[in-house]
């Protein structure tokens, strides 16, 4: 690697010193919520201890052998229930459609038990409560997002391949809808989109390796969330396919989290070393987002909605429960219970300014981060 000509070992410099993030206290998570509020992204090292991440990414492996099984189950019984309506049904291509619920499908989470509690790491929770909502719940699950290496050797024409996209919901092409079967999308927010952060992508790097340029880091367009276009738009004139100026590579220690705010402009990276790049990708999302996991579709699974069986989640931590109860067997998610505080707070502080005359409020005189302050001394 370190004598490719091609290689700038600048970028792999590690995350937190490459950014001027202090690590440690409100002073980090201010430094991440900054970074995504301007960049659209942030990296958060080590959520998986460098002692953890082997047997974590050994877990999700194991996870995914059995999630094989499981899918083909499932498509066995969905056949069945088609026949039980139809004798004669024959499948063509992806139908039989996906089932709703009872026969949802089995979510990723339930078969990596091991790598699920990280997904509560206090890092990433307050960051995604306060990028999103105190009330936030994780939408879509796939354990299955590795980095396969290349053949060697990887061409110049090669590494200049892009797959630029945002995330559902801003992703407009997901997952391949056609004007014979429009019913394969799984929804998307219209462009232009509304300028705020709907939900946060999170790629979880397991290593073996670190992630660097090298060996597979996420392509990220920094900024790209505020523009209006998008390299997915019928008419926005991008090639998906070809660099974009101001692009750059992720590099992060090997169980580090990338977060980005799902209207970033990102692509899968050539994968030039000579091991997998096993990753897992989350959504974290808050309580008012369309709560049909996936959209209508979930990636890779083409089903409507996933579950978490009750034996599963019995064994889940208190915080991993608040972010699947929603899609637990047997369960209801009670939304807002901590805007539930706030609105009786709202409701007995009535009386303190009963009878001002209002004349102290100057509309657009004050900033959200004035208003935080000011709520802070209270
Ligand atoms: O694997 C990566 O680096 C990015 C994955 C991605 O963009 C996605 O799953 O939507
Ligand atoms: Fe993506």
Known sequence: MA???????????????STGISAGGDDEIDGYLESIRVQGFCVIERVIPEDQ??????????GRELLMKDRKAERARRLELERSRD????PVGDRPRPPRAPHAELCDIARNETFAEYLAESRVLRVAR????????????????????E???????????????????????????????LWKHCGAVSQPFPDVCMALSTVWYLGPEDVTPFSGGTWIVPGSHKDPRNPRGPDDGIDQHAPIPGEIQVSAPAGSVFMQDTRCWHS??????????TAVVCRYTPWWLSGNEFGNLHSGGHTLRTYVPQDVYARFSPELKLLY????????????????????????TREKYKGSDNGHVVIGEMSAAEWRENRAAQ
């Open 3 to 17: 004598n490719d000509p091609d290689f700038d070992e600048r970028l792999s410099a590690p995350y937190s010193i």
């Open 53 to 62: 991440v082997d047997a974590v990414r050994e877990s999700v492996h194991r």
């Open 87 to 90: 004798p004669g049904y024959e």
């Open 130 to 149: 306060v990028a999103l909502d105190p009330h936030v719940r994780i939408m879509q699950t796939e354990v299955n997002k590795s980095a396969k290496p």
């Open 151 to 181: 053949e060697q050797p990887v061409s110049k024409e090669r590494l200049r391949w892009r797959s630029w996209h945002s995330d559902w919901p801003h992703d407009l092409t997901a997952y391949g809808p056609s004007s014979e079967e």
């Open 268 to 277: 899968r990276a050539i994968n030039q070393s000579e091991h997998d790049r």
């Open 325 to 348: 109860r929603h899609l637990a067997e047997g369960e209801e998610d009670l939304l807002q219970s901590g805007n539930q505080h706030a609105a009786a707070r709202a409701r007995e």
